[in-house]
């Protein structure tokens, strides 16, 4: 797939550099934002963006502490944290209504950010990740959730051992690159902003009144969900539906928690349809 498309510059946003991927008219103030998780950075992007931009503005960048963003100390690496310089970036960007593209701790951080600003939030595409009613923490978190043991587990994964860990609960596979990409972000102080995210989140208490604030809008939504999910498992896409009642469901049977990395062209054309409907394309 070619990518000649995408511009890539350096962003700064409240002191804080990233750096920024972007496709479409540089200009409009309506976009497509991806967010990507944690670990992640806005490289997971790549073939959305480039997919997306002939016809609609689309940016995505690297969120604090991940990727190439700077990672500062002091950044508060909570959702809200980071829903917060979601605010500033579009502020920073011109962009005044968000099509949201988001996955993994995307979702939290872009559907928080949503709440505070319903006038901005134009649609959602939910790539296994929303608002996760009766969802239980998996097993890795809850070592990295662990003080001494998640340390230690940051301080020993090595690149075979985080492939293996990449490759659990995705049939198809995925790409090396995609693999070892992410492990060369996945330094000691993304290590460290991971541990703080996960122990600054409580997956379960936000749930409901984040789901009061968005259903009520009934904003367009695409669910989209890799049945073999180990993270985030499968049944919590029909849940989205009690937050985003119009959703439309795409689950792919052989597809894990990165389905935008193990089926990229099945994942491309329904955002791609999905995204460009909701702008009005």
């Known amino acids: 797939m070619t990518t000649s498309s995408i511009r890539e510059r350096e962003l700064r946003v409240a002191g804080i550099r990233t750096v920024l991927r972007e496709s479409g008219p540089a200009d409009d103030r309506e976009a497509v934002v991806f967010l990507h998780g944690s670990p992640g950075s806005s490289a997971d992007w790549i073939g959305l963006l480039d997919s997306i931009g002939g016809k609609c503005r689309a940016v995505a960048w690297d969120a604090p502490g991940f990727g190439r963003a700077a990672k500062p100390s002091d950044f508060p690496h909570a959702v809200e944290g980071h829903a917060a310089f979601i605010g500033t970036a579009l502020d920073t960007l011109g962009i005044d209504h968000a099509h949201l593209v988001v996955h993994d701790f995307g979702g939290p951080w872009g559907l928080t950010w949503a709440a505070a600003h319903p006038e901005r939030f134009?649609?959602?595409?939910?790539?296994?990740?929303?608002?996760?009613?009766?969802?239980?923490?998996?097993?890795?978190?809850?070592?990295?959730?662990?003080?001494?043991?998640?340390?230690?587990?940051?301080?020993?994964?090595?690149?075979?051992?985080?492939?293996a860990l990449l490759r659990r609960g995705n049939p198809r596979g995925l790409p090396r690159e995609f693999m070892d990409r992410m492990y060369d972000d996945f330094d000691r102080r993304t290590r460290r902003a991971v541990l703080r995210l996960y122990r600054a989140t409580d997956a379960a208490a936000a749930t409901g009144p984040l789901s009061a604030v968005l259903r009520p809008l009934r904003r367009p939504a695409l669910v989209i969900w890799g049945a073999h999910d180990p993270y985030l498992p499968v049944a919590q896409a029909e849940i989205q539906r009690r937050t985003f009642p119009d959703a439309e469901l795409v689950i792919l049977d052989e597809s894990g928690h990165w389905p935008f990395m193990d089926a990229p062209e099945a994942v491309a054309a329904a955002v791609t349809k999905f995204v460009q409907h909701a702008a009005g394309h």
């Open 122 to 163: 134009a649609s959602a595409v939910l790539i296994d990740t929303g608002v996760l009613f009766g969802y239980r923490w998996h097993a890795l978190a809850r070592i990295w959730r662990t003080p001494v043991l998640g340390e230690l587990f940051m301080a020993t994964a090595t690149r075979p051992t985080f492939r």
